[in-house]
């Protein structure tokens, strides 16, 4: 083969492949997130999943203790406590099989409590122990720490008071988390390891799901809401908890602060998602409230300020007081996330971006493209993404291994005067080696095109192996251990090694198979590799034309009805190849879809 380069290929950002965090899978609370006490402010409902009560994670050991939502709450978005009467012990258990605790290591606990007429406070985690007065009966946070005495990996806390008592917000952290700032250190490593250059957040069909009014009283604290980043922001007693789209539920102590802090400490640009008041992910939703809407967008421009404002602005204060006075240097923000309603969405994107430009011309305003990669949707929102001059539209697939495979053009044609391409999630379905082979070739067309397709990122990043929503994902973890994906190799070989610029080139000589006019049966080596043809004609062995299409309009009609049949798939250019050959041949077409049943003809 001779491989002739040349030059002014399309440079390729930096920052071109990130990673996409959504809590899914358990990737926040019992994952990336340090904290080990679950459900610490008893805040658990059976609105997050019929299975949970104010109780989830704890067992009562001894006295009486039971969960309470009164007006001696903490706070308002704190509103349900625990009021032990008399005295009692409780445990909590964690995540999986417990506490994963080492020796030596130092954890970090607190509670805040408040006490009738005062009372003993006892804590143990597994032979360390320590005690406080509750001294007072207003609420006041306690804290200590407990150094382990033995490693293990089924740990548990104890906690307890002598007499009537009230307690909220246990939290038990390791001291060592990833860089101080309260994420697991395992699992930040790994992701740091990739060297991303921008993180997504936080969802994904988490975003813009369930209800879009927010945690005001006068909402009636409305439980399924979409993610509000001012939720998940100041000190953890006072962030609302929410259920969670992928059904558990959601404590936001890794919030928008945290997720601009860890993007900041493994190098990678901040990527917010920010819901559109119309729903996604099956909910096929629009909110038309003028107010909701005017809110949406207040909370969109305040969360700018937050990132990048001075620290005598509003927001850029609450960042301050948070641990962090210099800005986060928020360049990008995308709104929505795959609404199925184009026209509702779009309209509503239109203002999202008119907003935010009038007073950050510089920042990228994200829009996406609906939930699939191809069809009237996808069509309709590319139509009007282009009519429109977005900046950038997000375009999300799951596909088989061979999909990637024979796709591997697909922004070849992309046009060059439109919108980029933000590539915000895909992975080839399954988990196994000949996938991340399909995603390592697939990746050489992205970057090839690197002058349209400016980012991409996987999808999902993180998954505990007790409770995975969604398969595949990149990185699993249980308790104490933790594993990256064959993808995840695929990944960090990319990630790890972003060329400055596309060298274009083309091949000639051996190997190269030129498209033949080929008519005869599928036979397991009539095509030794997959070839373009013009015109595809199918016939049944008794001469009856099952399918044909010369593809002169740029579709494959019809070719469904020929997939029903067997396991075919077609793209537009008539590129033929089986669905299940990973080799790129045909050979595997030959297995399912026998060589007696179809004859065909192809012309080059
Ligand atoms: O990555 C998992 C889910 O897939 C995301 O939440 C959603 O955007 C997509 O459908």
Known sequence: ITLTPSANGAAIDDSMYGVFFEDINYAADGGLYAELVR????????????????????????????????????????????????????????????????????YDFSVWARADAGAKLTVGLDGATL?????????????????????????RLTIGTDKSSRLDMVSLLPRNTYRGHGLRKDLAEKIAALKPGFVRFPGGCLVNTGSMYSYDAADNYPRARSYQWKDTVGPVETRATNANFWGYNQSYGLGYYEYFQFAEDIGAKPLPVLPALVTGCGQNRATNDPELLQKYLQDTLDLIEFANGPVSSTWGKVRAQMGHPKPFGLSQVAIGNEENLPDEYFANFLRFRDAIKAKYPNLTVISNSGPDDAGATFDNLWAKNKAAGSDMVDEHYYNSPSWFLQNNGRYDSYDRRGPKVFLGEYASLDAKFQNSLAEAAY??????????????????????????????????????????????????????????????????????????????????????????????????????????????????????????????????????????????????????????????????
């Open 131 to 155: 005690t406080k007065s509750i001294t007072t009966d207003a609420w006041t946070k306690y804290t200590g720490t407990l150094r382990a005495t033995a490693t293990t990996n089924t740990g």
């Open 443 to 604: 990746m050489t067309g992205l970057e090839r095109n690197a002058d349209v397709v400016k980012m991409a990122s996987y999808a999902p990043l993180l998954a505990d192996i007790d409770n995975a929503q969604w398969r595949p994902d990149l990185i699993w973890f249980d308790n104490d251990e933790s594993w990256g994906s064959t993808s995840y190799q695929t990944q960090k070989l990319f990630m790890n090694n972003v060329g400055d610029r596309v060298v274009p080139s083309t091949t000639s000589g051996g190997g190269v198979v030129r498209p033949q006019p080929i008519t005869g049966r599928v036979g397991l080596s009539t095509w030794a590799t997959a070839a373009k043809y013009d015109d595809v004609k199918v016939t049944g062995t008794d001469g009856a034309v099952l399918y044909s299409d010369d593809f002169d309009d740029g579709n494959a009609d019809g070719w469904s009805t020929l997939s029903n049949r067997g396991n075919w798939s077609v793209r537009d250019g008539a590129y033929v190849q089986s669905d299940t050959a990973a080799n790129n041949t045909m050979i595997a077409a030959a297995t399912n879809i026998t060589a007696t049943d179809y004859d065909i003809t192809l012309k080059a």
């Open 39 to 106: 459900n610490r402010s008893f805040e658990f409902r059976p609105a997050d999943n019929s299975s949970f009560n104010g109780l989830t994670g704890w067992t009562v050991t001894a006295g009486t203790a039971a969960t309470t939502d009164d007006d001696a709450r903490l706070n308002d978005r704190n509103r349900t406590y625990l009021r032990i009467t008399g005295g009692a012990s409780l445990t909590n258990g964690g995540y999986g099989t417990g506490y994963a605790v080492q020796k030596g290591q130092i």
